[in-house]
């Protein structure tokens, strides 16, 4: 039995949303193509978010496994990541985060967006696939609908 149990008040999703540790949420960003990856880091950024880069699949989940092992733990309140990437793919790693019990939003982002693709996101719990080439007004609207920026 956790600390909340014992008090009586709700379980709280683990791991422990950034917003609620009164910081910047953070997103992490996995994108195989450093010119994609930099424009949504500035983009993201300019919105009130704190960013992580992956270029890769096994870099996504580095990036998740050292924030895990930090002396202040540092999860991502969201992940945006590309569906087809070196190593893993977006679709393996939402699929590892649920088994795992992990509820962080996920978007896919991706070149290859078919109605398979698609339908096996949304069975997968990824919040939403932006097809490329998408505004990037549009999947900034997604993240702010997901995880709020702090202001």
């Known amino acids: 039995m956790g600390p909340?149990?014992?008090?009586?008040?709700?379980?709280?999703?683990?791991?422990?949303?950034?917003?609620?540790?009164?910081?910047?949420?953070?997103?992490?960003?996995?994108?195989?193509?450093?010119?994609?990856?930099?424009?949504?880091?500035?983009?993201?950024?300019?919105?009130?978010?704190?960013?992580?880069?992956?270029?890769?699949?096994?870099?996504?989940?580095?990036?998740?496994?050292?924030?895990?092992?930090?002396?202040?733990?540092?999860?991502?309140?969201?992940?945006?990541?590309?569906?087809?990437?070196?190593?893993?793919?977006g679709l393996e790693v939402v699929a590892r985060l649920r088994r795992e019990g992990w509820t962080t939003p996920v978007i896919l982002i991706t070149a290859f967006g078919d109605a398979q693709l698609h339908r096996d996101a949304a069975q997968l719990g990824a919040a939403c696939v932006l097809d490329k080439p998408f505004a990037m007004e549009d999947l900034c609207a997604t993240a702010e609908a997901l995880v709020p920026p702090s202001r």
């Not at 909340?4 to 540790?21: A, I, K, M, N």
């Not at 996504?60 to 930090?70: E, H, N, P, S, W």
């Open 4 to 89: 909340d149990e014992e008090q009586g008040v709700g379980v709280q999703p683990w791991p422990l949303p950034s917003t609620e540790r009164e910081q910047a949420p953070r997103v992490l960003v996995a994108e195989d193509q450093p010119e994609m990856r930099a424009l949504l880091h500035r983009a993201l950024k300019r919105r009130g978010y704190e960013v992580v880069e992956a270029a890769d699949g096994p870099g996504l989940v580095k990036a998740i496994i050292d924030g895990l092992l930090a002396d202040q733990t540092l999860v991502p309140d969201l992940i945006i990541t590309d569906v087809r990437m070196p190593g893993y793919s």
